[in-house]
């Protein structure tokens, strides 16, 4: 006897929010399957105000409520029976991202909860990972978002360190990132990975998704760092305009590819990884599973 249930999942990002509604297919003697129903996605920079003056905008606060209503009508048409909305670092500094929280659960009937960058390395952690990590393969994991960059270490299968460092796009392209961040990430990466001579890297996040998309390899083959290096030297060639009018690239995405692709290059080079693969799975994923193994 097959059962099917539909979890959903927000994230709610510095430079976008995001809907995923997920499929749990549960069959006795089986183990179960996680498959997408529906994922939308909302193009609201919210790292661009929190980042820059500190506060969510009322522009931006009227959409957010106005994409939790749409979200809470779609999961209930997909009659969803349990969810989780997750924001990240934009509203952890937003001084009045609280307050906001609290409009939205008054406005739309949709609880968020605020998390740190610890939390979020350990809800993405309860993703599909574990089906990646070969026992004797060592792992560097990069997730790159608006305003944080987390990065966990996976070793024989098992978790060694993990660490959330405050670089993202979003503050990358308002120059809100000096030397000694860079600095520490580089000492981090070092220091930690010295005793692994053979780092692989695993990437998520939208920007590293779409350049893997780009790339027309299969999903299980994984990007080399001469491959993503020369992607970066001929998308720092283009214009903005010609990002969106000849690549096709979303608006939202055309601008921050180039920063997120700098932070992955940079940490492949630090943990001396020639080769990264790009599951696809994020912080959503790991909302679903970890709702659904009671660990969140």
């Known amino acids: 006897m097959i059962t099917i249930k539909k979890y959903a999942a927000i994230d709610i990002g510095s430079n976008a929010m ?42 931006n606060i009227e ?16 009659k969803v029976e349990k969810y989780m909305a997750c924001a990240t670092s934009a509203m952890r500094e937003a001084y009045n991202g609280k307050e906001v929280a609290d409009m939205i ?35 560097l994991y990069v997730d790159v978002g608006g305003g944080s960059t987390e990065f966990t270490l996976f070793s024989d299968g098992q978790m060694i360190t993990s660490k959330s460092f405050k670089i993202g796009t979003v503050r990358l392209l308002n120059n809100m990132v000096n030397d000694i961040v860079w600095q520490e990430i580089e000492k981090w990466i070092k220091t930690i990975t010295h005793d692994y001579p053979n780092i692989t ?44 009018s000849e ?32 599951p696809k799975i994020g912080l959503s994923d790991g909302i679903v599973k970890a709702l659904y193994y009671n660990r969140i």
Request: proline fraction near 3%.
């Open 63 to 78: 959409r957010m409520i106005d994409a939790m209503k749409a979200f809470k009508l779609l999961m209930k048409v997909h």
């Open 105 to 139: 659960l008054e406005q739309a009937d949709i609880k968020i909860d605020i998390i740190d960058g610890k939390r979020e390395a350990k809800i993405i952690a309860s993703s599909d990972l574990h089906h990646l990590l070969k026992t004797d393969h060592t792992y």
């Open 201 to 244: 890297m695993i990437g998520s996040g939208g920007n590293i998704n779409k350049l893997f998309k780009m790339s027309g390899k299969l999903q299980e083959k994984p990007m080399s760092y001469t491959y993503l290096n020369s992607q970066y030297t001929f998308l720092n060639g283009l214009s903005y305009e010609q990002r969106v």
């Open 247 to 278: 690549l096709g690239l979303n608006p939202d995405r055309a601008d921050v590819i180039i920063p997120a692709t700098k932070i992955y290059l940079n940490a492949m080079k630090w943990s001396g990884a020639k080769n990264m693969f790009v």
């Open 18 to 59: 995001r809907l995923l509604i997920a499929n749990i297919i549960e069959q006795p003697g089986k183990e179960t399957q996680f498959s997408k129903s529906a994922l939308i996605r909302v193009p609201i920079r919210l790292g661009q105000d929190a980042f820059t003056v500190g506060e969510i905008s009322e522009e």
